[in-house]
Each structure stands twice: as structure tokens, then as C-alpha cells.
């Protein structure tokens, strides 16, 4: 059982920044690709960024240049920092970890429960 926790997720003006963070915890050996997606009201979710252990990156078109992601993979945590934040980035920012290899085999896919980012204008 693999398990994402987020947080960071708040009110900002537009133009303003924030730092997501998502720690995996369970017994875990090492993480493939971890990633974050989101979902808008009445949007399907969406790819936001993905990072593999050796640090590969891509980004969604909308968010490059503006969002960084990065990990530590000592401590299993994946971040997103957010700059130049737009109302239209507003969602519920989910954090993955896909093929987590943990003491009792693999999980292919693994969630977060969400975090809430609101951008006003």
C-alpha cells in the first residue's frame, strides 16, 4: 500500500507563487515517475508535470515556463513550485507516483486525495 500525501495548496492573487509538496510513504524501495495532475470544475483531470527518479521532466504546454517540478528521492517527495499563477490554473492539484516498487512487489498507480489551489483576480 503505497500512500500520497499533499499540501500547499491555497488562495493567491494572480501573478503570485506556491510550492506544492506530496510525500509517498509504505514500505517503499524506489518510484518510477511521479507526476502532478489537476482537475478544474467540470474538467477532466489533466497532466501538469511528471519527473522520473533520474530527473527527466515534461510539462504540459499551459505550465511551462511558469511551474517547476522536482523530487528527492531519498525521501520519496515530489514538489511544484507555481510562479506567475493564473486564475485559469485554478483546481484540485493531484499528486501520482506510477510503479512504486515496495517491500511486497509493485503498485502501478497511486494517488493523492488532492490539494486546493485557487488563483482570484
Known amino acids: 500500500q503505497v500512500r500520497l500525501v499533499e499540501s500547499g495548496g491555497d488562495l493567491v492573487q494572480a501573478g503570485g507563487s506556491l510550492r506544492l509538496s506530496c510525500a509517498a510513504s509504505?514500505?517503499?524501495?524506489?518510484?518510477?515517475?511521479m507526476g502532478w495532475y489537476r482537475q478544474a470544475p467540470g474538467k477532466q483531470r489533466e497532466l501538469v508535470a511528471t519527473i522520473t527518479s533520474g530527473g527527466s521532466t515534461n510539462y504540459a504546454d499551459s505550465v511551462k515556463g511558469r511551474f517547476t517540478i522536482s523530487r528527492d528521492n531519498a525521501k520519496n517527495t515530489v514538489y511544484l513550485q507555481m510562479n506567475s499563477l493564473k486564475p485559469e490554473d485554478t483546481a484540485v492539484y493531484y499528486c501520482?507516483?506510477?510503479?512504486?516498487?515496495?517491500?511486497?512487489?509493485?503498485?502501478?498507480?497511486?494517488w493523492g486525495q488532492g490539494t486546493q489551489v485557487t488563483v482570484s483576480s
Open positions: 509504505g514500505n517503499i524501495f524506489s518510484i518510477n515517475v
Open positions: 501520482n507516483a506510477n510503479r512504486v516498487r515496495t517491500t511486497t512487489g509493485w503498485v502501478p498507480d497511486s
